[in-house]
């Protein structure tokens, strides 16, 4: 029988790799990851599952013993925050090039410098390119219910998946938490079957050099280049939405939550304005909506769930009939704006979508961010939009712009 308890955040992701019955871990301490490590690290030594723990002495060699373990067929796991992602960046990309299922919490931390040990989402976003599954949360239970879909996905479409979640605010923060029975989660989540070959009575080479052009293997079998490969790990990624989607819709089958598979939805269905955002601050607009409506302004909320592979079609869909679209967002690339808007303008191009797109960037650096201030620079937008200035220069909410540039 599932049992509630409750949780902050790192407890949920913990509860849940254990339930995916994981064989290695192995992570280094960075602030506010430590504490979820921590757990999985007394578990495995009172025995309460089943796993070896590797201790190393940084973050990329913790990656380095995930992507060992998951070419020799053991379900490995991972967690991290900021500089500690940054510093596997090589290895997110050898990850993903071997198309090996892992799984990483991403603690969402700001980036240095200056030191801040609080929550943006600038990590994780920098690291959109590496060719990693990115799904964001906005609840414990989600951070719980999303790493036990991640594995699924992750050896479905053999593709790493990054369960990304805002430090502090979600990660030790308490909440009722929903812990499901393991064998429902069992016959949720079958054993993981290697993909890989390695074994000493068939002895290969893994990742060696690879030349560009596609060429002749020992037995004459034609092998790809370079560009095949990343042709396919391509491919792959654009088709794993429809993966992510139905695993979703047979979580909730089972289990009887829904997360949204690639995004979520709320108070979209006469919405003028909509709202957009990921992860907590997605979930601090529904509150500014609610606001917004006692006000007479039919404003909704579309979270993204799923940002990489990005959502195209969905989101077409969603903001169909925005008049005005505020994205929020923790995080900015820098020289241009934030990189959820700039996806979602892509996605819109050569749509019929023609709302004004209006980007506000904040919580950098762990600043509060209100449902009252969502509220009040949606309609300060709203009135600049009326006043005819359809796309202004990006908000920072709650900032001082007027102090010198240095």
Not at 361 to 379: I, Y
Request: one cysteine or more; hydrophobic letters at 40%.
């Amino acid at each position: 029988m599932s049992r509630t308890e409750i949780l902050t955040g790192n407890q949920a992701a913990a509860e849940g790799a254990k339930l995916c019955h994981i064989q290695v871990v192995s992570a280094y301490p960075i602030t506010p990851q430590t504490s979820l490590t921590e757990y999985l690290s007394q578990a495995i030594e009172s025995g309460e599952i089943k796993a070896e723990y590797v201790r190393v002495e940084s973050e990329h060699s913790a990656l380095s013993v995930c992507i060992a373990a998951s070419s020799v067929g053991a379900r490995a796991f991972t967690s991290t925050s900021s500089h500690g992602l940054l510093y596997m960046h090589e290895q997110l990309h050898w990850a993903a090039g071997s198309r090996l299922p892992i799984v990483m919490c991403c603690v969402n931390r700001g980036v240095g410098a200056p030191w801040s040990i609080f929550n943006d989402q600038q990590d994780s976003i920098s690291q959109r390119d590496t060719g990693w599954i990115q799904i964001y949360c906005r609840d414990n239970q989600e951070i719980i219910d999303t790493l036990i879909q991640a594995y699924r996905i992750a050896e479905i479409v053999k593709i790493p998946v990054m369960v990304c979640y805002d430090g502090f605010v979600l990660s030790h923060t308490m909440m009722p938490v929903e812990i499901p029975d393991a064998e429902t989660v069992d016959a949720f989540l079958p054993p993981y079957h290697a993909h890989t070959i390695l074994s000493p009575e068939d002895p290969r080479n893994i990742n060696p050099v690879t030349f560009p052009w596609r060429r002749a293997d020992q037995d004459g079998v034609m092998c790809d280049g370079y560009m095949e490969l990343r042709y396919k790990l391509q491919s792959a990624l654009e088709a794993a939405g429809e993966t992510i989607a139905a695993v979703g819709r047979d979580f909730a089958e089972r289990f009887g939550r829904d997360h949204g598979g690639l995004l979520w939805r709320y108070r979209t269905e006469d919405a003028d304005v909509i709202l957009t955002g990921m992860g907590s601050i997605a979930t601090e607009a529904t509150m500014a909506v609610d606001a917004l409506r006692e006000q007479g302004i039919a404003a909704g909320v579309v979270g993204l769930r799923v940002y990489r592979p990005f959502p195209k079609a969905a989101v077409r869909e969603a903001f169909r009939d925005a008049h005005a679209i505020l994205v929020m967002e923790k995080d900015i690339s820098y020289g241009y704006e934030g990189a959820l808007c700039s996806d979602l303008k892509a996605a819109f191009y050569g749509t019929e979508i023609s709302a004004p797109i209006h980007n506000v960037v904040a919580g950098l650096g762990g600043r509060d961010v209100k449902a009252r201030e969502l509220a009040e620079v949606t309609r300060e937008i709203l009135d600049r939009i009326a006043a005819g200035q359809p796309e202004g220069p990006t908000t920072w909410l709650n900032c001082r712009t007027d102090t010198p540039t240095e």
